[in-house]
Antibody
């Protein structure tokens, strides 16, 4: 079964760093792009960025460029999303998702990781 | 920045047809993907590349495209179709990916 399993919920203070994970199983990790999507509570989906685990080629949409870092470790089939200095405005649910080969659609999603940033 | 525009809400009675639109300047050049998201769940793709229906998605879900507007049509709407629906596409260069603002479908 193809699965993406994300790390658990986090509660952090402004200014702290954080790295959340997305572990893939059931398919060849290096053959598919993995993306990250943000959803602020009660709001819509936001496309953040994407990575190709085979060579760690990472791309970001302008609002998230420089704000987060996407990485991957193919030896443990895991993708990451990290912040060096969190803000209250980073409070959101974060989903990882696998991109369909030859398409921009995300066909498999993780369960989401809720990140709460509060002083 | 590039934006996709969706109506915030659509209401329909069971058995009727729901149509949800998504507008964007680059849509004549870029494919659109539609997702269904129910409360507390991750999104699920229901239409791919404007008109394709992924495996396992009911035939009641269909997509169409005309110029700068694409449409998700849900025929014979059922109570279980009540959800938020999002379109996804890219700017004309294909590099700036974006979701529409989402449409809440209410089944009366």
């Amino acid at each position: 079964e193809v699965q993406l399993v994300q790390s658990g919920a986090e509660v952090k203070k402004p200014g702290e760093s954080l790295k959340i994970s997305c572990e893939a199983s059931g398919y060849t990790f290096t053959n598919y792009w993995i993306g990250w999507v943000r959803q602020i509570p009660g709001k819509g989906l936001e496309w953040m960025g994407i990575i190709y685990p085979a060579d760690s080629d990472a791309r970001y949409t302008p609002p998230f460029q420089g704000q987060v870092t996407i990485s991957a470790d193919k030896s443990i089939t895991t993708a990451y999303l990290q912040w060096s200095s969190l803000r209250a405005s980073d409070t959101a649910m974060y989903y990882c998702a696998r991109q369909v080969f030859g398409s921009d659609a995300f066909d498999v999603w993780g369960q989401g990781t809720m990140v709460t940033v509060s002083s | 920045s590039y934006e996709l525009t969706q109506p915030p809400s659509v209401s329909v009675s069971p058995g009727q047809t729901a149509t949800i639109t998504c507008s964007g300047d680059a849509l004549p050049k870029q494919f659109v993907y539609w997702y269904q998201q129910k409360p507390g769940q991750a999104p699920v793709v229901v239409v791919s590349k404007d008109t394709g229906r992924p495996s396992g998605i009911p035939e009641r879900f269909s997509g169409s495209s005309s110029g700068t507007t694409v449409t998700l049509t849900i025929s014979r709407v059922q109570a279980e179709d009540e959800a938020d629906y999002y379109c996804q596409s890219a700017d004309s260069s294909g590099t700036y990916k974006v979701f529409g603002g989402g449409t809440k479908l209410t089944v009366l």
